[in-house]
């Protein structure tokens, strides 16, 4: 039995089963002219408040005025995020004692204060383990020691993922007490002026590479009414072996520091050299853009299942006198092109055909510099979070062949697991877990914005498990270009199953609880879900 008769003989098996509407029909060319041309040069890498920002709005605007949809913002298809657009000088140093490290070789640093300057000076150094304060799992690395003024170093990841015990915070599934954005956020409640962490291939999940590309150009923040001021000063990466030279010259040694830092009652160790670094920033505000239309309800149209890609990537960078255009073909133009697939079925159908609830279908900015249109989106949505009844998030996918099996993230989370399970069953496929847990990907893309705000959410992501050189050579670089030979059936099949849950969601009076016991959860339960 082909592929596609499979895939449509499930999907028709479902749909008589739910009383949905009919099967998504894929239009092949349609989508490859669109990540064709979102990936192209001219779009420069799709950055925020760049021409290829402007390009990537008017494509997606025209797109969903074609299909018919209207603008989910009161009729506007744009919703304007103000930004600080923070471009730090590479041309500083940092010096600690006698040791100087040059930025991108062996450290980054950026702010993100709206400050033309931040400047360490003799600014006294801690290690603090893996910067971890984490009442529920009894821990505290910044127990007995104050931090305030000061530069912490301190570790990767977690402890579950460096002892492998499940016993551990949550074993080698990471927690988001080890995502660089709480290490940063934990440091900053503590009062640290300067934040490095300790980068390694495996407990990071991405080469030295990654970092540097993300951290060495221009990234952007939101801005509060303090210009920031709340944030660390500086939030830094030391390459290992750097770590190692600035942690030798107190006396200490890496490896028996991160062996005690496993342990729970682990004590801060003050180093005794100092750091001194002066970050010189060039600031611009400007107002970036969420995208997203909606197709209204025609029972409930005043709840809402939200279809989402993120639509920027990370522009251009400069390497050996080279500008390469990072294009961001799979990460995320396939996505982008995914949701406007699945619009189009939408609007496609007929009046009698179409869903209960209203779909809105989005794509926001920044997700690449940390979920920055996520956060807007959630903090100032089209309709009450609490009118949000999931959020499904596609954020790369699988351009070669379709395979048996869909990649959940996370496990035991909320219920939209079940409904995954449901869908690929109807394809016969298999629902596997996340290859790697350590990596933490559910906090790592728009989704998890909104689970802040309480909306349960899936994410279907495709970047590593079919294109095992991907991750190694295409993750964030320049090699991530759209090409014509890509067979497209994992995305063929992706999308009929999107379709299906979808449509359950958007026909039904379903609102998928969070299963287990988070702040996402209690933050839900605010809103009567």
Same mark, same amino acid.
């Given at each position: 039995?082909?592929?596609?008769?499979r895939?449509?003989?499930?999907?028709?098996?479902?749909l008589?089963a739910?009383?949905?509407?009919?099967?998504?029909?894929?239009?092949?060319?349609?989508?490859r002219?669109?990540?064709?041309?979102l990936?192209?040069?001219?779009?420069?890498g799709?950055?925020p408040l760049?021409?290829g920002?402007?390009?990537t709005?008017?494509?997606?605007t025209?797109?969903?005025?074609?299909?018919?949809l209207k603008?989910?913002?009161?009729g506007?298809y744009?919703?304007?995020?103000?930004?600080?657009?923070i471009?730090?000088d590479?041309?500083?140093?940092l010096?600690?004692g006698?040791?100087?490290?040059?930025p991108?070789?062996?450290?980054t640093?950026r702010?993100q204060?709206?400050?033309p300057?931040?400047?360490?000076?003799g600014?006294d150094?801690?290690f603090?383990?893996?910067?971890?304060?984490?009442?529920?799992?009894?821990?505290?690395?910044?127990?007995?020691?104050?931090v305030?003024?000061?530069t912490?170093?301190?570790?990767?990841?977690d402890?579950?993922f460096?002892?492998?015990?499940?016993r551990?915070?949550?074993?080698?599934?990471?927690?988001?007490?080890?995502?660089?954005?709480?290490?940063?956020?934990?440091?900053a409640?503590?009062?640290?002026?300067?934040?490095?962490i300790?980068?390694?291939d495996a407990?990071?999940?991405?080469?030295?590479?990654?970092?540097?590309?993300?951290?060495?150009?221009?990234?952007?923040?939101?801005?509060?009414d303090?210009?920031?001021?709340?944030?660390?000063?500086?939030m830094?990466?030391?390459?290992?072996?750097a770590?190692?030279?600035i942690?030798a010259?107190?006396?200490q040694?890496?490896e028996a520091?991160?062996?005690?830092a496993?342990?729970?009652?682990?004590k801060?160790?003050?180093?005794?050299v100092?750091?001194d670094?002066?970050?010189n920033?060039?600031?611009?505000?400007a107002?970036?853009?969420n995208?997203?239309?909606?197709?209204?309800?025609?029972k409930?149209?005043?709840?809402?299942?939200?279809?989402?890609?993120?639509w920027?990537?990370?522009?251009q960078i400069?390497e050996?006198g080279k500008?390469?255009?990072?294009?961001?073909?799979?990460?995320?133009?396939?996505?982008v092109?995914?949701?406007?697939?699945?619009?189009?079925?939408?609007?496609a159908?007929?009046?009698?055909?179409?869903?209960g609830?209203?779909?809105i279908?989005?794509?926001?900015?920044?997700?690449e510099?940390g979920?920055?249109?996520a956060?807007?989106?959630a903090e100032n949505?089209?309709?009450?979070?609490?009118?949000?009844?999931a959020?499904l998030?596609?954020?790369?996918?699988?351009?070669?062949? =379709? %395979?048996?099996?869909? #990649?959940r993230y996370? !496990?035991?989370?909320?219920?939209?697991e079940?409904?995954?399970q /449901?869908a690929? *069953?109807?394809?016969?496929?298999?629902?596997?877990?996340?290859?790697?847990?350590?990596?933490?990907l559910?906090?790592?893309s728009?989704?998890?914005?909104?689970?802040?705000e309480?909306?349960?959410g899936?994410?279907?992501?495709?970047?590593?498990?079919?294109d095992p050189?991907?991750?190694?050579?295409k993750?964030?670089?320049?090699a991530?270009d759209?090409?014509?030979d890509?067979p497209?059936? =994992? %995305?063929?099949q992706d #999308?009929?199953l999107m !379709?299906h849950i979808l449509s359950?969601?958007a026909?039904?009076? /379903?609102w998928? *609880?969070?299963l287990?016991?988070?702040?996402?959860?209690k933050?839900?339960a605010k809103?009567?879900?």
């Amino acid at each position: 039995m082909n592929l596609t008769f499979r895939l449509f003989l499930g999907l028709g098996l479902c749909l008589s089963a739910q009383a949905f509407a009919a099967p998504l029909t894929f239009d092949e060319n349609a989508f490859r002219e669109d990540v064709k041309t979102l990936a192209s040069d001219p779009f420069g890498g799709r950055a925020p408040l760049s021409e290829g920002e402007q390009k990537t709005l008017d494509y997606l605007t025209q797109a969903f005025k074609s299909m018919g949809l209207k603008g989910a913002f009161n009729g506007e298809y744009l919703q304007p995020v103000p930004m600080a657009k923070i471009t730090a000088d590479q041309s500083m140093v940092l010096k600690v004692g006698e040791l100087s490290f040059t930025p991108g070789e062996d450290f980054t640093a950026r702010t993100q204060r709206v400050v033309p300057r931040v400047e360490l000076s003799g600014s006294d150094m801690v290690f603090v383990g893996y910067g971890i304060n984490a009442p529920e799992y009894g821990w505290n690395d910044y127990a007995g020691v104050e931090v305030r003024g000061k530069t912490v170093v301190l570790l990767v990841n977690d402890p579950g993922f460096a002892t492998q015990d499940p016993r551990v915070f949550k074993g080698n599934a990471m927690t988001y007490y080890g995502r660089w954005t709480y290490k940063y956020e934990e440091a900053a409640r503590q009062g640290a002026e300067a934040v490095f962490i300790v980068h390694e291939d495996a407990p990071a999940a991405y080469g030295w590479g990654v970092v540097k590309n993300s951290n060495t150009n221009t990234k952007f923040t939101l801005v509060d009414d303090n210009n920031n001021q709340s944030q660390v000063g500086v939030m830094g990466w030391l390459q290992y072996a750097a770590a190692k030279q600035i942690l030798a010259a107190s006396g200490q040694d890496i490896e028996a520091l991160k062996a005690a830092a496993m342990a729970p009652g682990f004590k801060a160790v003050p180093l005794t050299v100092k750091a001194d670094l002066t970050l010189n920033n060039h600031i611009e505000r400007a107002e970036s853009h969420n995208v997203a239309a909606i197709l209204p309800g025609n029972k409930n149209a005043d709840e809402a299942v939200v279809m989402h890609a993120h639509w920027d990537h990370l522009g251009q960078i400069e390497e050996e006198g080279k500008t390469i255009i990072l294009n961001g073909a799979v990460d995320n133009a396939t996505g982008v092109a995914g949701v406007l697939a699945l619009a189009r079925h939408y609007a496609a159908l007929p009046e009698d055909k179409k869903p209960g609830r209203s779909i809105i279908f989005s794509a926001f900015t920044a997700e690449e510099t940390g979920l920055i249109g996520a956060q807007y989106f959630a903090e100032n949505p089209p309709l009450p979070t609490a009118k949000l009844v999931a959020f499904l998030n596609i954020d790369g996918m699988n351009v070669g062949e =379709g %395979v048996d099996y869909i #990649l959940r993230y996370g !496990e035991g989370v909320s219920e939209l697991e079940a409904m995954l399970q /449901d869908a690929a *069953k109807a394809q016969g496929r298999q629902v596997k877990p996340d290859p790697r847990p350590q990596n933490g990907l559910m906090f790592r893309s728009d989704h998890f914005a909104l689970a802040k705000e309480g909306v349960p959410g899936l994410l279907f992501m495709s970047l590593g498990d079919t294109d095992p050189d991907y991750i190694a050579h295409k993750y964030h670089k320049g090699a991530d270009d759209y090409s014509p030979d890509w067979p497209l059936g =994992g %995305v063929k099949q992706d #999308l009929v199953l999107m !379709e299906h849950i979808l449509s359950r969601l958007a026909n039904g009076n /379903d609102w998928p *609880k969070w299963l287990e016991a988070s702040d996402f959860k209690k933050r839900r339960a605010k809103d009567g879900r």
